[in-house]
């Protein structure tokens, strides 16, 4: 792909404007990509602060969205992600909130269970998808006491 150059503060915000139409980003992840246009490290992040200020970026509202949308993963999942992300631990631990993560697993496991799968392989996707230990042995031992999957 062949890269432009852009000479203007202008241009950059500009480009800004068009970026930020097609989706959702962060801070972090605006400033990258005035990084890859060509705006030196400061600029590119004074213009993301700038947009933030004026309301086009919303570190916060991105998480809220992000786990949002991610209904199927735990808490442990979205926080990597989110952090993978640069958005900011307080951001973070508002976007997930009262998260109820034996709510989120439970369809998961019901699913996987009607579909033959025994328990200690429900449990790995269970860690794969960031679900915690503790909200496993939950499932588990709702499991044992009701026999309610199998």
């Known amino acids: 792909m062949k890269k432009r150059n852009?000479?203007?503060?202008?241009d950059y915000r500009a480009y800004l404007y068009r970026l930020l139409t097609s989706r959702v980003y962060t801070e972090h992840e605006v400033a990258e990509r005035l990084v890859q246009k060509g705006a030196d490290r400061d600029e590119a992040r004074k213009l993301a602060e700038e947009f933030r200020e004026l309301g086009f970026i919303d570190d916060e509202a991105y998480a809220r969205l992000f786990a949002d949308s991610h209904d199927n993963w735990g808490s442990a999942r979205i926080r990597?992600?989110?952090?993978?992300?640069?958005?900011?631990?307080?951001?973070?631990?508002?976007a997930l909130g009262d998260t109820d993560e034996i709510e989120k697993a439970k369809p998961l496991v019901e699913n996987w269970a009607a579909s033959g799968l025994e328990w200690q392989k429900i449990a790995s996707r269970?860690?794969?998808?960031?679900?915690?230990?503790?909200t496993i042995g939950a499932l588990k031992q709702d499991e044992e006491d009701e026999g309610s999957y199998w």
């Open 80 to 94: 990597y992600e989110l952090r993978r992300r640069k958005v900011a631990e307080d951001k973070i631990s508002l």
């Open 6 to 10: 852009f000479d203007e503060k202008q």
């Open 126 to 134: 269970l860690m794969r998808r960031g679900f915690s230990s503790r």
